[in-house]
């Protein structure tokens, strides 16, 4: 700020001068301040956005109550399950059994036999076993692995002297060593329990098995070429979907120079029929996006990335007719970010977002038919959405209020996607935020704490592939091990035409009563 020299104005006019850069001063240590507690938070905070719905707060809940149905209401509170407590003699069926210990008929059990020293005694013959009790333990082999030999016989024809043999069972990988149960394993420990193929070779070391890392690299990586064709049908899949949830996350893939990775990113997308599938691109440009939802015509579910928006503009020049919906909770965000600055005002913002939350879980608990929901929304949510937009202004008018402030920020954000934000209004089957995409991309982060990286850049690519197969899997309920074993040996005898049933969606109901298994558990 430029000024007077003091001797040149009055001691009203300096006075003037040093408050406004007082405020000025203050504003700008505030800011840090919030910059600061954010990166605390970052290392060692709550991570968590979910806020307890306070009516005092809220001057807008007043006669939200009349508003509402008689079977519908806003709940003043939240239930945290972490802190309730049950009565001891309370049962909700999540409890252990009798022994202590649950599973199921698949887990291999080995039965101990007990001798009493009575029995074996001078006067064994006066005792007699009137019953049998049982303790269990759970027992753990270190790398369990087994080496199959199919022992074949050579037959010799006793008069022409010609000899035969057995062939030995195909193989999933043409001349490999490697059995199906093997390579699922390897695929499942990497994608669905983030390890890496390195401490997986560690194991199998410690096994007392020889096998050198390149070769586990190979096999995954001819197994995946295997599933290519099923990850393929499940994107076709999923473009075929009324609204689809799409996001990006970054991962390092391919080496730029020495020490220097380069920096690439997956776009997950979420179709409506519980599928995801892990596009690649060594971009984050809106480019990969209009590739990938080509012939795409829906609703586009995402955060504020203007990436988007250019892929959306993009895909409808090309005559796609898609409509751009945006995320709440990414909205919600800016405003919470402002809490510790703004803490009045900001938290009047996130009691109104969070009124629409309680309306949401509630007509979800209803399981509410889509012309139901969308005339609840439109007549209960719509005015409430209004009336926060409405505020939103009003707020972003606030003499006060500094560009460099996070609430301003914040309110500039939600300002800038009013008509994003609205899309659910009128759309029964969109979400009001990307939460179900964000809990299935989880999965990239892990693997990253673990991994680190892909060393090849096709190698990031496969990694999708497999991870939209193994998400699915836990999306349908399905077995990712069982699953695999099955689909390695089945794609290549199964029809290229009918190649969608060995989706996990379709494979569970087709396939999931009579999987096939590797010769290890026949």
Not at 181 to 195: E, P, R, T
Not at 327 to 356: F, M, N, S, Y
Request: net charge neutral; with cysteine; proline share 5%.
């Amino acid at each position: 700020m430029t000024t007077k020299p003091l001797s040149d104005i009055s001691t009203e006019e300096e006075n003037r001068q040093l408050k406004a850069q007082n405020a000025e001063m203050a504003e700008r240590l505030a800011v840090l301040e919030h910059q600061n507690d954010w990166f605390k938070r970052q290392l060692f905070g709550r991570k968590s956005e979910k806020q307890l719905l306070d009516s005092s707060h809220q001057p807008l809940l007043n006669g939200l109550e009349t508003a509402l149905p008689e079977n519908q209401s806003v709940p003043s509170s939240t239930d945290v399950k972490a802190h309730k407590r049950h009565h001891q003699t309370q049962r909700n069926g999540t409890e252990v059994n009798d022994t202590g210990l649950r599973f199921d008929d698949t887990v291999p059990q080995k039965i101990i036999e007990l001798s009493a020293p009575e029995l074996s005694g001078d006067d064994a013959d006066q005792y007699e076993i009137i019953d049998y009790k049982e303790t269990i333990r759970l027992a753990q082999q270190p790398g369990s692995y087994t080496v199959l030999i199919y022992r074949r016989p050579v037959v010799r024809h006793k008069t022409s002297q010609s000899l035969t043999e057995v062939t030995a069972p195909t193989n999933v990988l043409e001349g490999c060593y490697a059995d199906v149960s093997l390579l699922a394993g390897l695929m499942v420990d990497k994608a669905v329990y983030h390890l890496p193929l390195y401490r997986q070779h560690q194991r199998l070391s410690d096994a007392g098995i020889q096998v050198s890392r390149a070769t586990l690299t190979n096999w995954v990586k001819k197994g995946i070429e295997l599933l290519k064709p099923i990850y393929q049908a499940q994107c076709r899949h999923v473009l075929q979907s009324q609204v689809l949830a799409m996001d990006e996350v970054p991962i390092k893939a391919g080496r730029k120079r020495k020490g220097k990775m380069k920096q690439t990113y997956y776009w997950p997308i979420y179709g409506e029929s519980d599928e995801v599938v892990f596009t690649w691109s060594t971009s984050r440009g809106h480019r990969h996006a209009v590739e990938q939802l080509s012939g795409f015509t829906g609703t586009l579910l995402t955060d504020g990335y203007n990436a988007y928006e250019k892929a959306v503009a993009k895909l409808n020049e090309q005559e796609s007719r898609v409509v751009h919906a945006a995320c709440w909770v990414h909205a919600r965000r800016g405003i919470e970010k402002a809490l510790t600055i703004e803490p009045e005002a900001a938290q009047a913002g996130l009691d109104q977002i969070g009124v629409l939350y309680k309306l949401e879980k509630q007509w979800r608990q209803q399981a509410l038919a889509a012309n139901k929901l969308l005339e609840q929304r439109q007549k209960i949510s719509e005015p409430l959405v209004m009336n926060f937009f409405n505020w939103v202004d009003e707020q972003r008018q606030r003499p006060d209020l500094l560009p460099s402030n996070p609430f301003a920020k914040g309110l500039n954000y939600i300002s800038d996607r009013q008509s994003e934000l609205k899309v659910f209004l009128s759309n029964p089957h969109v979400p009001m935020d990307t939460n179900h995409l964000e809990r299935e991309l989880r999965v990239i982060p892990m693997g990253r704490k673990n991994y680190l990286f892909c060393w090849t850049e096709l190698g990031a690519e496969q990694l999708g592939m497999l991870q939209s197969l193994m998400v699915t899997c836990r999306m349908q309920g399905i077995n990712p091990y069982t699953y695999l074993v099955d689909v390695l040996q089945r794609v290549a005898v199964h029809p290229a035409k009918e190649v969608e049933e060995l989706t996990p969606r379709l494979w569970k109901n087709k396939f999931a009563d009579n999987f096939l298994t590797s010769d290890l558990a026949k």
